[in-house]
Structures are given as C-alpha cells and as structure tokens.
C-alpha cells in the first residue's frame, strides 16, 4: 500500500497510488491513514486520482477513516476516475464527501469556500 502525504495550506494531502483500493488492501489503507492523519489540519484531502478501482471493502475503508476523523476535521475527495465516482454515485456516498475533480482544485480558495 503506497501512501504519500504532505501539508499543503490548511490541509493534509493524500495521494493512494494504487490502482485498486479494494479488499486485499483496505485494512493497510486505513492503518497508513490513520498514521497520516496524526498530522495537524483543518481537512484531509484523499486524492484517488491513481485508483481505477474500488469496491465495497475500498469504500469502506474510506468511510472508516472519514468516522475516525474529529467531527471539526473533514475528509474531502479528489480526482476520482469515472468508475470510482460511479461506486460513490450508486451508494449515495457522494452525498456524503466533498468530491474535488482534482486535487488541485481542491486547494483553490474560491472551490474551498463555495459551499
């Protein structure tokens, strides 16, 4: 499982380059989180621009961390492809995350402050 994080403005990015965030990985996904996320910031933005694929045990994984998070910390998404964006569609959970088309606009002042 390859993490990278950095600080960037008030958020921690992450970038998973993977291809799969499924089942095989899901419980070392949410360890590296969790250890990325000691890091200080106001949001965590996830960029999953590198994932092609995620199934129910990806998700889940994803929606482990967001619980995990202090309720004044956000988890945000970003660069989702159009197959991941579909398993968030299908399951309502784009409801759920702020999703970012990138990972660059999600460190734009005007995206981060529109809604």
């Given amino acids: 499982m390859n993490l990278y ?3 960037r403005q008030d ?14 990985i899901a419980i070392r ?8 996320c000691t890091q200080p910031s106001q ?3 996830l960029d999953l621009e590198s994932v092609t694929f ?4 990806g998700l889940g994984a994803i ?3 967001m619980k995990a998070l202090p309720a004044d910390r956000k988890l945000e998404l970003a660069g ?3 197959n991941v964006a579909k398993v ?3 399951t309502r959970m784009d409801t759920i995350f702020k999703i970012h088309p990138t990972a660059e606009e999600a460190f734009l002042p005007e995206v981060r402050n529109a809604g």
């Fill in 5 to 7: 994080a950095e600080a």
């Fill in 11 to 24: 958020a921690l990015w992450v970038r998973v380059e993977e291809n799969r965030l499924d089942a095989a």
């Fill in 29 to 36: 996904f949410k360890d590296q989180m969790r250890e990325a």
């Fill in 43 to 45: 949001r965590v933005v």
């Fill in 54 to 57: 995620l199934d129910s045990s």
């Fill in 63 to 65: 929606v482990a961390v």
């Fill in 80 to 82: 989702l492809n159009m």
């Fill in 88 to 90: 968030f569609r299908l």
